[in-house]
């Protein structure tokens, strides 16, 4: 190939390239790509104060070590900062409602649990403490997760409910995306 049609096919490659971007990266996300914050615009800062339990759960500290894992969350995977609620945009309240544990399977040999289910079910409320418009409200809000309590592994509901926290915390933080 001559370096006149070098350049011509460099330059044919350079529009393609450009118009594939283009078509692909847009600002309406219903459209393809984009290169648009997920999060919403004009929120900078979060308060989350201690969630509360239900009546009838009896873990000692579970609502600090969700509380916490929220707030890692919001502050690893969003734009936003934890704050006070005197200095904060918005506020993150909630209440872990129910826990429930169901055996997933039996050990033929001895009859215990082989593998344990563990559903946290939370209600929360995502408000906009500068208008007071509620942002995203969610009732009877589902996590489950599964730990194997007996040998080799011996699982508590503890160390089997820390991944649980994670994921929740997770979900939590995905509905504070944008609804587009």
Request: charged content about 30%; aromatic content about 8%.
């Amino acid at each position: 190939m001559k370096t006149g049609q070098k350049r011509i096919v460099a330059v044919l490659l350079g529009v393609l390239l450009a118009g594939v971007l283009a078509g692909c990266l847009s600002n309406d996300p219903t459209t393809g790509y984009t290169a648009k914050s997920q999060y919403r615009q004009g929120i900078r800062t979060v308060a989350v104060p201690i969630w509360t339990r239900g009546k009838d759960i009896y873990r000692r500290d579970i609502e600090i070590r969700l509380t916490e894992s929220l707030v890692k969350r919001i502050e690893l995977d969003t734009p936003y900062k934890v704050t006070t609620k005197q200095r904060a945009d918005t506020i993150l309240t909630g209440t872990l409602e129910k826990i429930t544990q169901r055996t997933m399977s039996f050990d033929p040999d001895s009859g215990d649990p082989r593998e344990m289910q563990v559903t946290f079910t939370v209600s929360f409320k995502w408000e906009d403490l500068r208008t007071g418009k509620i942002i995203v409200k969610r009732q009877n809000f589902d996590v489950a997760g599964i730990y194997l309590p007996p040998v080799p592994f011996n699982e508590d509901f503890f160390q089997g409910s820390e991944d649980l926290l994670d994921k929740l915390a997770r979900r939590v933080v995905e509905t504070m995306e944008s609804d587009w």
